[in-house]
């Protein structure tokens, strides 16, 4: 198994340490070619770094979120916006079962986000229990756009085991879904 997919971790710890500018282009540009429902690619992101700005957006995070200090204390944090009504959508009439398929677009973004970071020896967390409509305000989205997740960036200082995972034959089916 690749080891990128593998090692990557949910940081929440994060050093004292500035990520440095050639770092966050290259998580951009993995952010750029994520895939996107015909190539629309309705993902904005706004980079915040500024310390007043962290704080006031850790405030709105859920209470007991236990990403609260991540948010306040990351070097970076980089909030995934997008654009609803594109994705999934063909002509203005939406053709996928789901209206928000900007979701998934913006799901993929994270990811390369993610993973990207990871390689490049940063750690990460996606963060999605927040007040979103504060968030948007505080971060100047405008209309039309929503906030969808944060991402804290920076040099982890802790190293969290994995995770237990599903055995492979538990979530993969052939030919038809047949529950154990």
């Known amino acids: 198994m690749d080891d990128l997919i593998t090692n990557r971790r949910s940081i929440r710890r994060f050093q004292d340490k500035a990520v440095e500018a050639e770092k966050l282009t290259q998580i951009f540009e993995a952010a750029r070619w994520a895939p996107s429902w015909g190539n629309l690619q309705c993902c904005e992101l706004v980079v915040v770094e500024d310390v007043e700005d962290k704080k006031k957006l850790a405030s709105l995070l859920s209470a007991k979120n236990p990403a609260t200090k991540c948010v306040e204390n ?107």
């Open 74 to 180: 990351a070097p970076v944090v980089i909030a995934v916006c997008g654009t609803p009504g594109k994705s999934g959508y063909y002509n203005n009439k939406q053709v996928t079962r789901y209206q928000h398929w900007f979701l998934y677009d913006l799901g993929l973004v994270s990811q390369n986000i993610c993973l990207k970071a990871s390689e490049i020896g940063l750690g990460t967390v996606i963060v999605g229990s927040f007040d979103h409509a504060q968030a948007e305000k505080l971060l100047g989205v405008p209309d039309g756009c929503e906030l969808v997740a944060l991402i804290p960036l920076g040099y982890p200082d802790h190293a969290p085991s994995a995770p237990k995972r599903k055995a492979i034959a538990d979530f993969v089916h052939f030919g038809q879904y047949n529950p154990s």
